[in-house]
């Protein structure tokens, strides 16, 4: 199971922390992405760490997004700085076990998903 925290309202420039608590899983077997949504749009990865520690992201919030994983508490964390308009969407946690533990956006390596948090920047 995933579920989603830190959500909220923000200001432009502002800066808010997702989290996404796991259970159920061995944390230590998977690598995690983070994902966005817009009303319309299809889903688009803004941030993913492989387990073998490696990560990536979009030329979109490149600079600005960092994703990184606590073991102890099995959370992987989205923290978002500079928040633009534009970063408005419904954010989502997934964590898969294949591609070797590297990072990855392709969603049909995803094997769980949290039910998203509502991020809004104005």
């Known amino acids: 199971q995933l579920v989603e925290s830190g959500g909220g309202s923000v200001e432009i420039g502002g800066s808010l922390t997702l989290s996404c608590a796991t259970s159920?899983?061995?944390?230590?077997?998977?690598?995690m992405g983070w994902f966005r949504q817009k009303p319309g749009l299809g889903r688009e990865g803004v941030g993913a760490i492989g387990r073998d520690g490696t990560d990536t992201y979009p030329d979109s919030v490149k600079g600005r997004f960092t994703v990184s994983k606590d073991t102890a508490s099995k959370t992987v964390v989205l923290q978002m700085n500079s928040l633009k308009p534009e970063d408005t969407a419904m954010y989502r946690c997934g964590v898969y076990d294949a591609y070797a533990g590297k990072c990855s956006f392709r969603e049909d390596y995803y094997d769980y998903w949290g039910p998203g948090t509502q991020v809004t920047v104005s």
């Open positions: 159920g899983i061995t944390f230590r077997s998977y690598s």
